[in-house]
Nanobody, 127 residues
C-alpha cells in the first residue's frame, strides 16, 4: 500500500559523504500519519541493523557506530526522510533500507500504522 522510494546510494571513498533520501507515497487513499521513518542496513553475513530513526515528534535515534557522522532529517511535508552520511568508513558498506511506520486512510478504512520497507540501495565505501 505504501511505497518507499529510495535514492542516493553509490560508491564513495573513505572519508567521503553521501545523502540518502526516501519518499513515502500511496497509490490509493492518503497517508494519515508518519509515525516514524528510518534507515537500516545489512551487509553480507550480518543481521539487518538500525542506523537511524526519526519519530513523528522529531526524536532521533542513532546506532552508536554512526553517531556524530550521520544525520537523519525529515522534510516539512513529513513524507521524505534524508540520511546525511559524512566521514564514511569502509565498514559502512551495506545495503541501506528505508523503513516507515505509516498510517493510511483508504476509503473509510483507517490504518493507524503499519511497517513498510523500501527495496534497498547499495552504499559502497572503498578506495
Amino acid at each position: 500500500q505504501v511505497q518507499l522510494a529510495e535514492s542516493g546510494g553509490g560508491l564513495v571513498q573513505p572519508g567521503g559523504s553521501l545523502r540518502l533520501s526516501c519518499a513515502a507515497s500511496v497509490a490509493f487513499g492518503r497517508i494519515f500519519s508518519i509515525n516514524a521513518m528510518g534507515w537500516y542496513r545489512q551487509s553480507p553475513g550480518k543481521r539487518r541493523e538500525l542506523v537511524a530513526q526519526i519519530s513523528s515528534g522529531g526524536t532521533t535515534d542513532y546506532a552508536e557506530s554512526v553517531k556524530g557522522r550521520f544525520t537523519i532529517s525529515i522534510d516539512n511535508a513529513r513524507t521524505t526522510v534524508h540520511l546525511q552520511m559524512n566521514s564514511l568508513k569502509i565498514e559502512d558498506t551495506a545495503v541501506y533500507y528505508c523503513h516507515g511506520d505509516v498510517g493510511t486512510v483508504v476509503g473509510d478504512v483507517l490504518d493507524r500504522g503499519s511497517n513498510y520497507w523500501g527495496q534497498g540501495t547499495q552504499v559502497t565505501v572503498s578506495s
